[in-house]
């Protein structure tokens, strides 16, 4: 006699959170302006390695893209993901993979604050996303593309005006 077995349909769920509404909204007050323009206008260069305006990479980047470079305002973004399993040897039921956006352009003590940090994507799964991790990070692919390639309109409220 052979047992039934129950098939069990494994899900997941995604969510995106849209970055480019919040990167306006953020430019329209005053002080997180100020906050982003920071690394330009009231950096003390000291030479020493103690903000990742201090990096090779960010001179690099700044050297390569000079257009990029000559807007202070442009943000430089970090992307941290949490809750992936990247060797697949631990043994859970669920995972909840979340991806942030960091923005580098503040200072030091601001760089990480919750306020700061975009959320962007989160996975929820029984099983890690591994390789299929692409197709839930093109979303936020096209907009980085979007922003990088054409930009967008942004009014600051710093000086009150757009750019």
């Given amino acids: 006699m052979m047992r039934s077995e129950r098939t069990v349909l494994q899900w997941r769920c995604f969510w995106y959170l849209a970055i480019i509404p919040r990167v306006k909204h953020m430019f ?41 470079r000559n807007e202070s305002r442009n943000l430089r973004l970090g992307l941290a993901i949490d809750g992936m399993n990247t060797f697949g040897n631990l043994s859970s039921n669920h995972i909840s993979c979340h991806v942030f956006l960091v923005i580098y352009n503040l200072p030091l003590g601001l760089c990480m604050k919750c306020k700061y940090m975009m959320p962007s994507t989160m996975i929820s799964s029984p099983k890690q996303p591994g390789n299929d991790i692409n197709v839930y990070l093109s979303p936020l692919i096209e907009d980085l593309k979007l922003l990088w390639d054409h930009g967008i309109e942004v009014f600051d409220g710093f000086v009150n005006e757009s750019f």
């Fill in 28 to 68: 329209v007050n005053p002080n997180d302006v100020k906050n982003l323009r920071w690394h330009e206008d009231d950096r003390k260069c000291d030479r020493l390695l103690l903000h990742q305006d201090d990096s090779l990479q960010w001179k690099n980047i700044d050297k390569e893209f000079s257009k990029f």
